[in-house]
């Protein structure tokens, strides 16, 4: 005899599997030994997320978990978090979001990795997007400064570069408080307990190698730096040190090219010789 979650097992591989004409027939069975198996689905919690992440093809069975109780913010959550703007779209079209969503899409998109789409989603709809407090602040207003510091931390966590420089560049389209984005040391050092390398260089680029190489100070305790990652953020350091020096080698030697005819014989190829060792010895 099938047991209750027997058919909550085969409903879940079944959105696996992306056959939802076949999981919305599943669902739609009623049996007397414990009921319709689509309020089963939606007390489980576990198969609306699999479902957000197919996106629209799977929007019929959403509608019927929406129907029997699924939480609407859950579906948000779990569309951001996979960067399925097809299925935000539909949802919003629906009238099902609330005076939380924009946050709760905020957040769950910085989270996923794959944000760039949903945020300008969210730009794009600032205006209107839950605007259910007469206005209050275009439906945005749950994001404060420390937020999207957090939600900044995420994206570049993630190494989802794409997603952090638009955070950068449209800090004050995404939320009306957000003053212009400074250089921040606990950003760095966030960014480098999490190992996440690609964006220490992107930083790198943004605030400068300068700020970015002082913050993490991997001998001081009070620091902030997590041990874990100590040696891939140490010879990161060493690679980004010897950079402006190799740099300013180079330069060297282009200067002396330009006046080589004026120096004594033999100095100038002393001179070579000097700088060549010490680019090698680096």
């Avoid at 919305?24 to 198969?47: A, S």
């Avoid at 420390?146 to 570049?156: E, F, M, P, T, V």
Wanted: glycine share 8%; net charge negative.
């Amino acid at each position: 005899m099938e047991h209750e979650s027997d058919g909550f097992e085969r409903a879940l591989k079944l959105a696996e599997e992306h056959k939802f004409d076949e999981l919305l027939e599943h669902l739609r069975v009623d049996d007397p030994r414990y009921g319709r198996l689509v309020d089963t689905c939606v007390r489980d919690e576990r198969l609306l997320p699999v479902c957000a992440r197919a996106g629209v093809p799977a929007l019929e069975v959403i509608e019927l978990l929406v129907e029997h109780g699924a939480a609407k913010r859950d579906l948000f959550r779990s569309a951001a978090h996979n960067g399925r703007v097809d299925l935000l779209e539909a949802a919003r079209a629906r009238g099902w979001s609330d005076e939380c969503t924009y946050g709760v899409v905020f957040f769950a998109a910085a989270e996923g990795g794959d944000a760039l789409a949903v945020l300008k989603w969210l730009v794009n709809h600032r205006a209107t997007l839950d605007n259910h407090n007469g206005g209050l602040d275009g439906g945005n207003w749950m994001i404060d400064d420390y937020s999207y510091g957090a939600a900044l931390h995420s994206a570049l966590a993630n190494e989802d570069i794409d997603a952090a420089a638009y955070l950068l560049d449209h800090s004050r389209d995404l939320f009306v408080r957000c003053s212009d984005t400074e250089p921040d040391k606990d950003i760095v050092i966030g960014v480098a307990n999490e190992g996440a390398l690609k964006s220490l260089d992107f930083l790198c680029e943004r605030w400068g190698v300068d700020f970015v190489t002082t913050s993490v100070d991997l001998h001081e305790p009070a620091s902030g730096f997590d041990p874990e990652y100590r040696e891939e953020i140490e010879y990161w350091l060493q690679k980004r040190f010897k950079s402006p020096v190799k740099e300013h080698l180079m330069n060297a030697m282009s200067t002396l090219d330009t006046v080589k005819e004026n120096l004594p014989e033999g100095a100038y190829l002393q001179i070579v010789r000097d700088l060549q060792g010490a680019y090698k010895g680096m």
